[in-house]
């Protein structure tokens, strides 16, 4: 029991040297981290860490064993792996960059801006949709939510734009090139079109709905997605979620189910921010708004 107690005794006299600023320093680091590690959560960013892990791990056995030509060729590999890294995410650096240097700082911290930008996706997207149903033009829309949907991305032709109406009637004009594939969205914005989805294996559908409806379905079997499909034949507006699909509903409830569904994700996101973050961005915040004065 001496133990025990010289270990609470320890932990006492740590706790008591702990100043509010070292929590800050951690909290601010672990963020980082985090941040990190949701860079390098898509596909071919997570397959360029791993070579990088691979590469270390071989360094260091190679040292362990004493490979010395190995191992001088793996530590030049590393130093140029660095640059190659700035050239590789070149767009996310650049990126930061720009926030740190705009008034916006809390961007880099928050996705707040991400959250009005999805809302005005919903309703360019239902104003889409309405003139889709009316004009009877087919249309695929998958919006994307925690999981994430590079691969199918890749299936098509990549954009990075703001969803909007008018985009939409060309991308799905009949005769444009890309009116066949779906319209992926990622945090309110298009990030590909012309892109393959995979069809459900369900036979419980219709026979009625198209390989439109059933690539949608298949969607969201496979992912967590929202799927909005309007029909090439009648006009009727669907959302599929989870393998279900929702037929023949109006814009208003379109856009009811969309809010719902991702609006209500981002909102679950900011509830999970931690106090000291929270804190933190008030104070960013703050000083943000003193600095336009």
Known sequence: MEWIGQLAQSVVMFAQTVRVTDILDVALVAYLVYRLMLLVSRTSTANVAKAIVILVVALWVSGLLRLYVVNFILGRALELGFLALVVIFQPELRKLLEQLGSNRLTTFFTKEESVSELERAITQTVAAYTAFSKDRVGALMVFERKNLLDEIVNTGTPLDCAVDAMLLK??????????????????????????????????????????????????????????????????????????????????????????????????????????ILSGLLKFLKGGAKNGEK
């Open 170 to 275: 060309n991308l799905f004009w009949d005769k444009a090139p890309l009116h066949d594939g779906a319209v992926i969205v990622r945090a309110g914005r298009v990030v590909g079109a012309g892109c393959m989805l995979p069809l459900t294996e369900s036979t419980s559908l219709s026979r009625d709905l198209g390989m439109r409806h059933r690539a949608g379905v298949g969607a969201s079997e496979r992912t967590d997605a929202v799927v909005a499909i309007v029909s090439e034949e009648t006009g009727s507006i669907s959302v599929a979620i989870g393998g279900m699909l929702r037929q023949h509903l109006a814009p208003d409830s379109l856009e009811k189910l969309l809010r719902s569904e991702l609006m209500s994700a981002e909102e679950e996101k900011k509830e999970e921010r931690s106090p």
